[in-house]
């Protein structure tokens, strides 16, 4: 059988229509706190998928001009980024421009962890690495439901990357929030990643082809945020840029 990954959006999207639908409301895993207009969670043959669907009211309420690229397609594009520079998120496939499905893990995200079972542990390359990819993505919605916590291997997971990529910088992450505050030795200690050094060493083509983004004024900031991570070694430099830039 293929693999999961290789699968074309019209192939899992035939797995979801046949799949079964299964009650998110009542289920362990219900959104923290979903915003998109349509979610719904299926049971199907591959394993369970997550389908979401954008609305015209999400776009307005994330100011973000959908001609310029809609939620879905950043959700995707920053999946497409992730994926190249190997950071690990839900696989995910853009099925039309308001509609995503992506592979749902069977761990909680940050906010239900620490509600309801225990305290987060960080690791500090995991941390520099989702970091980096915020920084770059313009991510302005990092709060704790938009990361997952493997409680297993004690690392973050980004999902619901889509309101980035916009004209201005992205907003302090709540993951580097809780981060500083541990203050330890890997707060300053350099940094040096697969993942980093794959960031690094994007060309400005390799990065406009992964995330092709139609406004001018938000192709030069995505460039501009580039640029801007080439002086960064160490975690309490991500969040000083952050700060700069307020
Ligand atoms: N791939 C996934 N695996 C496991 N849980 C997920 C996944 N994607 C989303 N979730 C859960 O569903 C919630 C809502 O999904 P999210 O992508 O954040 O949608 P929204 O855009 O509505 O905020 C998340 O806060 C998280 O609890
Ligand atoms: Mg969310």
Redesign the pocket.
């Known amino acids: 059988m293929k693999n999961i990954k290789d699968l074309s959006p019209k192939q899992i999207n035939q797995h979801v229509k046949i799949g079964t639908k299964l009650p998110l409301a009542t289920s362990l895993?219900y959104?923290?706190?979903?915003?998109?207009a349509i979610?719904e969670l299926y049971l199907t043959k591959i394993g369970k998928l997550?389908l979401?669907k954008t609305s015209k009211r999400n776009h307005q309420d994330c100011q973000v001009n959908e001609k310029n690229g809609s939620l879905a397609e950043r959700e995707y594009w920053c999946f497409c980024l992730a994926r190249y520079i190997g950071l690990n998120t839900?696989p995910l496939w853009l099925i039309d421009k308001n509609t995503t499905i992506?592979?749902?893990?069977?761990?909680?995200?940050a906010?239900?962890y620490t509600s309801s079972h225990g305290k987060m542990f960080f690791l500090a390359e995991n941390i520099y690495n989702c970091a980096l990819f915020d920084w770059l993505t313009g991510q302005i919605d990092r709060h704790n439901?938009?990361y997952?916590y493997d409680y297993i291997n004690k690392k973050i997971i980004l999902?619901?990357s889509?309101h980035s990529l916009l004209k201005h910088t992205g907003s302090l992450p709540d993951y580097l929030e809780k981060f500083e505050l541990i203050n330890d030795s890997d707060f300053s200690k350099k940094q040096q990643t697969i993942v980093s050094k794959k960031l690094l060493s994007l060309s400005k083509n390799k990065l406009e082809q992964l995330i092709p983004l139609k406004d001018l004024s938000e192709k030069k900031a995505l460039l501009w945020r580039h640029n801007q991570i080439k002086q960064i070694n160490t975690i309490k430099d991500i969040i000083e840029l952050y700060r700069r830039n307020k």
Do not use: E
């Not at 959104?31 to 998109?36: A, F, I, N, Y």
């Not at 992506?102 to 995200?109: C, L, V």
């Open positions: 895993h959104p923290s706190r979903g915003q998109t979610q997550f979401k839900p992506q592979i749902w893990f069977n761990i909680p995200d906010h239900i439901a938009n997952l999902i619901d889509a």
